[in-house]
């Protein structure tokens, strides 16, 4: 069973923009923070920027005016708006989603997104 599905990545060229989603299956419940983790060739998954259930949120510094989180409580969605995307922003992008009394961790399959001329 999927429970996080992504979409929204792709090919864009330097100063272009994306806009990811991530729907979470309704079997998730209760859920706290969402976010989104990227990877990029040869280096180690880092945090992008998290969003807890009352909105607030939190962009690592090298997104810091150029990329949005946000979420739809109502529709289990979480976003992540990407602007003047950089080549240093080619990664595979990851949802993650923490919830319950327990604090489950969810992830997704990873959405492409490639910044290039």
């Known amino acids: 069973q999927v429970l996080l599905v992504e979409s929204g990545g792709g090919l864009v060229q330097p100063g272009g923009s994306l806009r990811l989603s991530c729907a979470a299956s309704d079997s998730i419940s209760s859920i706290n923070a969402m976010g989104w983790y990227r990877q990029a060739p040869g280096k180690q998954r880092e945090l992008v920027a998290i969003?807890?259930?009352?909105?607030?949120?939190y962009h690592v510094d090298s997104v810091k005016g150029r990329f949005i989180i946000s979420r739809d409580n109502a529709k289990n969605t979480v976003y992540l708006q990407m602007n003047s995307l950089k080549p240093e922003d080619t990664a595979i992008y990851y949802c993650h989603v923490v919830a319950g009394p327990a604090n489950a961790n969810y992830w997704g399959q990873g959405t492409r997104v490639t910044v290039s001329s």
């Open positions: 969003i807890a259930s009352d909105g607030s949120a």
